[in-house]
């Protein structure tokens, strides 16, 4: 992000953070990021696909809004019309950074709270308050930091879980063909499923390991999180008033 800076009750004590859902706050996000840890309050809502960085060649999970770029069905009037935001959306406009510290005469790394001071969010006229007047954390301070950490250990075990995946060959292309109540058709393309079919003819053994993991139930969340994309298709229906 942009004016990426280390958040602080002494340069910060008067920053306040708009929370309300809108275009100009950058919400109108076709997909946003996600991990298996959060694909329960994910799959309730949200279609679960998994797209490939164009760079790196790595495979990483989102939660979809929409069928197009900058497309949010779920944004309407100021408000995000579902009861769960994924966490690296209702982050905004916080991130994780690194600091460098001395422990013991060994240099180390640790995670600390950066705040982006050119999101639109970020003001100092209104919005919820970041500290205490005395310099303590205020409760939404707290759970921004929570969520966070989440995301942090949540995109770690992402890795595992897609290794998981790929040595397993449980991912697949996915084309969604579109058909509006209009008639009109349209093509997602560039997205990956996990195949259902190719889980269901796995070894018990193999079932066994990535039950262990923790990875069976992130797989199943994924597969039945496709039924969400009849929800967006009857939100786009709407919105263009069919």
């Known amino acids: 992000m942009a004016n990426s800076v280390l958040l602080n009750s002494i340069d910060h004590q008067e920053v306040k953070v708009i929370t309300e859902r ?4 950058g919400d109108n996000l076709w997909y946003s990021l996600t991990f298996p840890s959060e694909f329960r ?10 797209n490939k960085d164009v760079n790196t060649g790595e495979f990483f999970s989102v939660a979809m809004f929409g069928f197009q770029d ?6 309407t009037n100021n408000k995000w019309d579902a009861p769960y935001i994924p966490l690296s959306v209702a982050r905004q406009p916080f991130l994780i950074g690194l600091q460098k510290v001395n422990e013991d005469g060994e240099e180390k ?29 205020t409760p939404y301070l707290d759970t921004i930091a929570d969520m966070l950490e989440a995301i942090h250990h949540g995109m770690v075990d992402s890795k595992v879980f897609i290794n998981s995946l790929i040595e397993h060959e449980l991912l697949e292309p996915f084309t969604l063909e579109i058909k509006l109540d209009d008639k009109t058709q349209n093509q997602m393309l560039g997205f990956y499923i996990i195949s259902e079919e190719k889980v269901s003819e796995l070894s018990g053994d193999i079932l ?7 990875h069976l139930q992130a797989i199943y969340m994924a597969i039945a999180s496709q039924s969400n994309i009849r929800g967006l298709l009857i939100r786009k229906n709407i919105q263009l008033g069919l």
């Open 109 to 137: 790394e640790q995670r600390v709270l950066h705040i982006s001071m050119d999101h639109p969010r970020v003001n100092k006229e209104h919005g919820q308050e970041l500290f205490l007047e005395f310099g303590g954390n």
């Open 41 to 50: 309050s994910v799959q309730a809502y949200y279609p679960i696909f998994f």
């Open 70 to 75: 900058k497309e949010n069905l779920f944004l």
């Open 22 to 25: 809108s275009e100009k706050y």
């Open 208 to 214: 066994a390991k990535l039950h262990a993991k923790g």
